[in-house]
């Protein structure tokens, strides 16, 4: 990892992977080189004159143009949002296979190039890209990373703050498993600042319900088809968790996000990439962090494995 330079490659520059470095040169001083990179090279080369127009009216300067595998030699993340969006009525496991031809197009030349940083994968169905992404690339698992469920885990805290009428930054909760239709929220593990949620949802004095729950959990597990209905694609928001996800590698914060990442035992699970929460540092995933689950919530949590698993089965790879 280089600390002096910190360069991040996109490729596939199509409403995500544009909303991502939109955020990324708004945030500014995050990394000082982004190198677009699309099938389309025209776009890719429209994209970086449109982005380096704003430069002047940005935080702090970058170097910003469109490119080819080569520029992922010195690399610090590639981050990939290539791919075929989800449409309307279709599930993300039914882009699977169109994905995965895209992935062998762009992971062969990428490890080529002699790249040795982190992979960032947001190309749905999420999970089972980042774990092909892991078996084409054979990089170390720490060092493949998929955004999992980061955005729905900040869907489920903006639900929570505005329910609870607190800011989301107190609310401690994550969304975990599939980016998809099996995710759930343990809520067991919710915490507004230290206090369990479910200690204030069993006391008479006040009126926030157990049913009100569920219906934020199904709220953050449809959120994404009811943007699609509304605008055909979701991008601002995973635009911005990238963000979030690639600051906190190239700043080394150490920070717990909920990545999709490698099970190697942890939740009785191994092999699968899957959304939990972890620490992200400099070197990708440091640690997999396991949450004291209660019976009911280890049970959807390996009935979601099982459906990432059984997929990535039925992939030809
Ligand atoms: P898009 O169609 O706007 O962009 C896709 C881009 O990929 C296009 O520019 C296309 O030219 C490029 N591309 C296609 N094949 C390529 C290849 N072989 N090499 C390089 N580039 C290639 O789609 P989008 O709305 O930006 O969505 C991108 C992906 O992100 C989709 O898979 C979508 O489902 C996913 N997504 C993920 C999340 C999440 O939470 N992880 C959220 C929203 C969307």
New binding site residues.
Partial sequence: MNNDRRKVVL???????MSFAYALVNQGGICNELVL????KD?AMGEAMDLNHGLAFAKSNMKIYAGDYHDCKDADIIVI??????KEGET?LD?LQR?TE?FR??ITPVVKSGFDGIFLV???P?DIMTRVTYELSRFGASRVIG?GTS?DTARLRYLLGDYFTVDPKNIHAYVIGE?GDSEFVPLSQVMLATKQVSEILSDPRNSYTADDMNKIEEQVRTA?YKIIEAKR???YG?GM?ITRIVKAILGDENSVLTVSAKLCGEYDSRGVFIGVPCIIGRNGVKEVLELSLTEDEKEKFRSSAKILDESFDGLKM
């Avoid at 990179?37 to 389309?40: E, S």
């Fill in positions: 490729i596939g520059t199509g409403m995500v992977g990179v699309d099938v389309n776009k949002a290539a791919g075929v969006a989800q993300r882009l994905n895209v197009s762009i947001a190309t749905n999420v955004t955005l980016h994404a694609a979701t991008y995973i968790a």
